[in-house]
């Protein structure tokens, strides 16, 4: 059925580009000059300074209302982008042009899960810059509209004991999700299947009961883009290739956590699989009870539920355009299923979000599609309208 206009979407997945003042504003007078700030380039383009290192903006991660013909990955300028991309207040005028009713954002600067500060070497300095993107988030991104954006927060990766720490901050600043590598182990951290070190972390994301969105790439690493080694990218492939085929990010992270013993251990974890799409799932959970159901040795069978029903519990898949996904819905669980708009990135479908998710849900019962646009979200994130 047509989508009702009652029906307010909620994105779980778009993005913020950082202004400039964002760590200047709250680092420490010590650490500032070592902190992110914007510069410009030889050639004219704004780029990110961070004690000592050079980050430029991806052209891809900022290109809501441009021709797909100007899409490119070469650096931007602030005045090369919309001012929805890093202004609150004309984010919402954006949204509101979209039919989007609100928004969970993640992070441009700092890789979606703060990658950029794991890999840094003064982990004080990393620290700080952790918190002060969090502290922006809460008090100046979406205080400007408590209502429509949703608070995501950042941790510092690389310590598990200062992940829970930042945990328990966050649920004080009500923080509704959390941001965290879709796959550790190319970032240089333990897997998901470590035995104890993460332990601290699931802890005291159990007590806050908040969510951890696992956004595709923010683990660093990128499915089918060739790489000649670990820092150069094959200068042959298009990052087409990565975009194409984001959802195998998301199935990894998904079979890593369904088999490590982490759910069985923290029964109230929530993952939310950010950017992977949702066609994939039915296949996955089939495939995934067949290779359980014959190679479970290495687990107490009698103590483990079956990995789709763990799924039905702990995950919930999102999607931006997926008609095989929502054709298979039932396979999934209409309640784990979660929708987003990506702005600004270049595969949303802004300013025509709100009509191209009614095509997707065209065949949707009522109540099936106001769950998946924003009952789901509102209830995972609580969230109320």
């Given at each position: 059925m047509p989508l009702q206009n009652d029906m307010k979407i909620i994105s779980t997945d778009d993005h913020v580009v950082e202004h400039p003042n964002v760590w200047l504003d709250r680092l420490p007078a010590a650490l500032k000059e070592r902190g992110p700030q914007i510069i410009e380039d030889e050639l004219g383009h704004h780029v990110w300074r961070y004690d000592g290192e050079i980050y430029p903006q991806i052209g891809l991660n900022a290109v809501a209302g441009k021709d797909p013909k100007e899409y490119g990955m070469e650096p931007v300028r602030y005045d090369d982008m919309i001012p929805g991309c890093y202004d609150a207040g004309e984010r919402v005028k954006d949204m509101d042009i979209d039919g989007v009713e609100a928004a969970l954002c993640f992070p441009s600067f700092p890789g979606f899960s703060g990658g950029v500060f794991q890999r840094a070497k003064d982990k004080d300095l990393a620290l700080e810059c952790v918190r002060a993107w969090n502290d922006f988030q809460v008090d100046e991104w979406c205080a400007a509209a408590p209502s429509r954006l949703i608070p995501l927060g950042l941790l510092p990766t690389w310590d598990p004991v200062a992940c829970a720490r930042e945990v328990e901050r966050l649920a004080t600043l009500g923080t509704k999700a959390i941001s965290f590598p879709d796959g550790p182990v190319p970032l240089g951290l333990p897997s998901f299947h470590h035995p104890t070190h993460w332990e601290p972390l699931w802890d005291a994301v159990e007590a806050a009961d908040i969510p951890l969105a696992l956004?595709?790439?923010?683990?660093?690493?990128?499915?089918?883009?060739?790489?000649?080694?670990?820092?150069?990218?094959?200068?042959?492939?298009?990052?087409?290739?990565?975009?194409?085929?984001?959802?195998?990010?998301?199935?990894?992270?998904?079979?890593?956590?369904?088999?490590?013993?982490?759910?069985?251990?923290?029964?109230?974890?929530?993952?939310?699989?950010?950017?992977?799409?949702?066609?994939?799932?039915?296949?996955?959970?089939?495939?995934?009870?067949?290779?359980?159901?014959?190679?479970?040795?290495?687990?107490?069978?009698?103590?483990?539920?079956?990995?789709?029903?763990?799924?039905?519990?702990?995950?919930?898949?999102?999607?931006?355009?997926?008609?095989h996904g929502v054709d298979n819905r039932y396979q999934i669980g209409i309640e784990n299923i979660l929708i987003e708009v990506d702005y600004p990135h270049s595969d949303s479908n802004w300013p025509n979000s709100r009509k191209r998710i009614a095509e997707n849900l065209v065949n949707v019962p009522d109540d099936e599609a106001r769950m998946i646009v924003e009952t789901n979200a509102r209830a995972l994130f609580k969230f109320p309208a």
């Open positions: 956004h595709f790439g923010s683990g660093s690493f990128v499915p089918g883009f060739s790489f000649l080694d670990k820092s150069k990218p094959d200068p042959h492939a298009p990052f087409a290739v990565a975009i194409a085929v984001f959802a195998t990010n998301s199935m990894w992270s998904t079979a890593d956590l369904l088999l490590s013993g982490v759910l069985q251990r923290h029964p109230k974890l929530r993952f939310v699989l950010s950017e992977g799409g949702i066609g994939w799932i039915p296949y996955l959970l089939e495939r995934i009870d067949y290779t359980w159901e014959r190679h479970r040795w290495y687990q107490d069978i009698d103590k483990v539920a079956r990995p789709s029903e763990l799924f039905k519990k702990h995950f919930w898949g999102c999607f931006i355009d997926d008609f």
